[in-house]
C-alpha cells in the first residue's frame, strides 16, 4: 500500500469517530472502555494498513478490527473479577439522529453478539450484507440468517412490550 492508502485511512478514521464509538459502547456499555477499543483499533490498523490488499475495502477491514477489539475485550474482561452492573451504571450515549429511536436501539445491544453486530453494521452503519460478510468472515447466507432471525425476535419483543404498556 502507497500513502494515499494511509490518507484514506486516516480520513476514514477520522469522518467515522462517533459510528466506531458506538458499536464499541453497544458491546461494553462503558465510555472509557469503548474509547479504549476504538484506541486499539486505531492503533493495530494504522500499524498494519500495508497489510490491506484492496483500497477500496478500508471501511469493511477496519470495522473487522474494531469488532475483533470489542470481542477481545469481552474475553478479558470476562476473567477479571468486575463490580456489580448496578454500582456501575453508565448513561446511555445519546446522539440527536438516533434519540426517536433509543428504544429499538437498546433492544438491539441486548440481542446476542451475532445478531447485534449484523444489526448495528447493517442498519446503522449501512453496510451491505456482502461487505457484513466481509467484513465478519462469515458466509453471506449466515449473515442473511443472522440478520432475519434477529429482526423476528426483536419485532416479537417489541409487539410484546407494546402490548403489555
Do not use: G
Given at each position: 500500500?502507497n ?77 477479571e473479577?468486575i ?11 445519546y446522539?440527536?439522529a ?21 444489526i ?20 453471506l ?25
Amino acid at each position: 500500500m502507497n500513502d494515499t492508502a494511509y490518507d484514506k485511512l486516516t480520513e476514514h478514521i477520522i469522518n467515522n469517530q462517533n459510528n466506531f464509538y458506538r458499536i464499541a459502547y453497544c458491546y461494553v456499555y462503558n465510555k472509557e472502555s469503548a474509547l479504549d477499543i476504538i484506541q486499539n483499533a486505531i492503533c493495530k490498523a494504522l500499524e498494519s494498513y500495508e497489510s490491506l490488499r484492496n483500497e477500496k475495502a478500508i471501511k469493511t477491514w477496519f470495522y473487522r478490527i474494531l469488532i475483533n477489539e470489542c470481542l477481545q475485550y469481552l474475553r478479558k474482561s470476562k476473567k477479571e473479577i468486575i463490580c456489580d452492573p448496578i454500582d456501575m451504571k453508565e448513561e446511555i450515549y445519546y446522539e440527536d439522529a438516533y434519540e426517536p429511536k433509543l428504544e429499538v436501539y437498546e433492544r438491539v445491544c441486548q440481542l446476542p453478539e451475532q445478531m447485534k453486530t449484523i444489526i448495528i453494521l447493517h442498519f446503522y452503519e449501512q453496510m451491505t450484507l456482502k461487505e457484513i460478510s466481509q467484513t465478519l468472515d462469515v458466509n453471506l447466507n449466515t449473515v442473511k440468517t443472522r440478520l432475519y432471525a434477529a429482526l423476528k425476535r426483536l419485532k416479537n419483543e417489541l409487539e410484546v412490550e407494546y402490548e403489555t404498556n
